[in-house]
């Protein structure tokens, strides 16, 4: 037997067993890739505006930039980090209390670093779910907290987030043997790719819903302070019994420009808190001190987040209005650098779109314009306002051109 063909028959079945890399279903992101590939190859003099990029388009603060490298030249931060320092946990906390006004955190046992949120999330699973568990996921959304739930047996419940419920998950809707079999309950506000954000009443009910059922509520924060028109960034351990239920993931990613960083937090219940820590330090051996103490500057100066989110706002007002001129019911969110649109039906007298992706792709290929579909409750597709563009004028040029480009056809809808 050659190597190549024993080596295929000893893939593990969560990634395909013995068919590992044969399938032929192409999927979303793929396909996005593979139609501005073959656009830009069409129309080479156009340029390609790409607002499905879920990244920040700026550089991290000068200031914590200038911190990373004044601490990455002090040889008491080269070795390991293990599971985190404790300038960075006391930073977080103030950063709670300070943004999010959350009261009685403890930063040497309720709050610990990971290398950004998608390890947390991934390595969750593994303190709380057997073969047979269940983890309540939104749909759309981030999926790696299902992901690993089914890598270690356990199955996933999807509950769809419609537009008729503010996109907020309908907690009664779930059947009481699913509720009843869960471990875990993922929820993610301001939500990726909704825009949606929660209130402290939907909150309140998640904290009756989990105690009601022994559930751990994970939220996933990252666009948590990024928002907007006078809404206050809300956490969700700061309604009442929330630390008794569970933990909130916090990501510098989004809010301070700093995605390839790779730095944020878990906040809350100490005992999860404590089962994620062991976990971890079974995965990793931390993140770079300098990166940690840089990333402490940034949280004791929220007010960055602040002038962050003031541009992505007035790109929101800008990009709302150009799609409602040309048709579309945009709604500009109140958090989160996305914006969801339901997709047209079609073009009048022309092509019919069956599907989000199917319009994402007539953008793509024929208006050089990218987004990301999202067919899960509904058709919508997800713009980003994180394009790029240097400075306010730059930002209205792209808008505009966007706005012509989509004025010589008439959507139905």
């Not at 404790?86 to 300070?98: P, R």
Request: hydrophobic share 40%.
């Amino acid at each position: 037997m050659s190597e190549e063909t024993y080596i295929q028959q000893l893939f593990a079945e969560r990634i395909g067993g013995a068919n590992y890399g044969k399938g032929t279903a192409i999927y979303k992101f793929e396909k996005i890739k593979r139609a501005k590939a073959a656009a830009k190859k069409e129309h080479p003099d156009v340029e390609l505006i790409d607002m499905g990029v879920g990244e920040p388009d700026e550089m991290a603060d000068a200031g914590i930039v200038a911190k990373l490298a004044e601490e990455a030249a002090k040889p008491e931060n080269r070795g390991y980090a293990d599971n985190g320092i404790v300038e960075f946990k006391t930073a977080a906390a103030a950063y709670l209390k300070n943004v999010f006004n959350v009261d009685g955190i403890d930063a040497e046992t309720e709050i610990v670093h990971s290398i950004g949120s998608k390890p947390a999330l991934a390595m969750l699973p593994s303190c709380f779910i057997n073969p047979g568990d269940v983890t309540i996921m939104t749909v759309p959304g981030y999926p790696v907290l299902g992901t690993h739930t089914k890598y270690l047996g356990g199955e996933v419940h999807n509950v769809q987030l419609t537009k008729e419920n503010n996109f907020l998950p309908d907690l009664d809707a779930i059947p009481t043997e699913i509720a009843e079999r869960a471990k875990l309950l993922y929820l993610n506000y301001p939500n990726n790719p909704t825009g949606a954000s929660a209130t402290v009443e939907f909150f309140t009910k998640v904290v009756a819903f989990a105690k009601k059922y022994d559930i751990v509520v994970v939220h996933d924060a990252p666009y948590a302070a990024l928002t907007y028109d006078g809404l206050k960034p809300l956490s969700f351990l700061s309604v009442p019994g929330a630390k008794e239920v569970g933990v909130e993931l916090h990501s510098l990613s989004k809010s301070y420009n700093m995605t390839g960083w790779r730095i944020g937090f878990v906040a809350g219940n100490p005992l999860v808190v404590k089962a994620f820590s062991d976990v971890k330090d079974n995965n990793d051996s931390g993140q770079f001190m300098a990166i940690q103490k840089a990333a402490a500057w940034g949280l004791n100066n929220p007010q960055i987040t602040e002038k962050i989110a003031e541009k992505y706002s007035r790109r929101h007002n800008m990009l709302v209005g150009a799609l409602n001129e040309v048709g579309f019911k945009a709604e500009k969110p109140k958090g989160s650098f996305f914006l969801y649109v339901e997709a047209p039906k079609g073009i009048k007298g022309g092509q019919r779109f069956e599907s989000a992706e199917d319009f994402s792709q007539y953008l793509i290929r024929e208006k050089l314009i990218s987004t990301v579909p999202w067919d899960d409750a509904g058709k919508f597709v997800r713009f980003s306002v994180t394009f790029i563009a240097q400075g306010e004028e730059q930002e209205a040029l792209v808008i505009d051109e966007i706005k012509r480009r989509l004025t010589d056809v008439e959507f139905e809808f």
